[in-house]
């Protein structure tokens, strides 16, 4: 099994750029698809991007193509969520996940979760 561990969340404005950090502890990381998944206030959780053992094999939710990028370092046990133009609407509690082998989007089909680091943006 693998412990993600978020990092990177913080207040930033409209129209700026984050990088979202998740380390995975434990072994055969590069055996998990890994997403990321956020809550805005008051919502439930939502798929935001995935990534497959295969680094080709991505998915992204509509709001987030073009401005998301997903990407993973197997060799730092890492997940990397790059976001460029931030919207307010982007703010959330931002969880990484994992789940063995084949990628997904859906919140049930993920076994490990971090305990989330917070994004806020001003607009």
């Given at each position: 099994q693998?412990r993600?561990?978020?990092?990177?969340g913080?207040l930033?404005?409209?129209?700026?750029?984050?990088?979202?950090?998740c380390?995975?502890?434990?072994?055969l990381?590069s055996?998990?698809?890994?997403?990321?998944?956020?809550?805005p206030p008051?919502?439930?959780?939502?798929f935001?991007?995935a990534?497959?053992?295969?680094?080709?094999?991505?998915?992204?939710?509509?709001?987030?193509?073009g401005r998301?990028?997903?990407?993973r370092d197997n060799?730092?046990?890492?997940v990397?969520?790059q976001?460029?133009?931030?919207?307010?609407?982007?703010?959330a509690?931002y969880?990484?996940?994992?789940?063995?082998?084949d990628?997904?989007?859906?919140?049930?089909e993920?076994?490990?979760?971090?305990?989330?680091?917070?994004?806020?943006?001003?607009?």
């Open positions: 693998v993600p561990v978020e990092s990177g913080g930033v404005q409209a129209g700026d750029s984050m990088r979202l950090s380390v995975a502890s434990g072994h990381f055996t998990y698809a890994m997403g990321w998944f956020r809550q008051g919502k439930e959780r939502e935001v991007a990534i497959g053992e295969i680094p080709r094999d991505t998915d992204y939710e509509d709001s987030v193509k998301f990028t997903i990407s060799a730092k046990n890492a990397y969520l976001m460029n133009s931030l919207k307010p609407e982007d703010t509690v969880y990484c996940a994992a789940r063995p082998r990628i997904g989007n859906q919140t049930w993920y076994n490990y979760w971090g305990q989330g680091t917070e994004v806020t943006v001003s607009s």
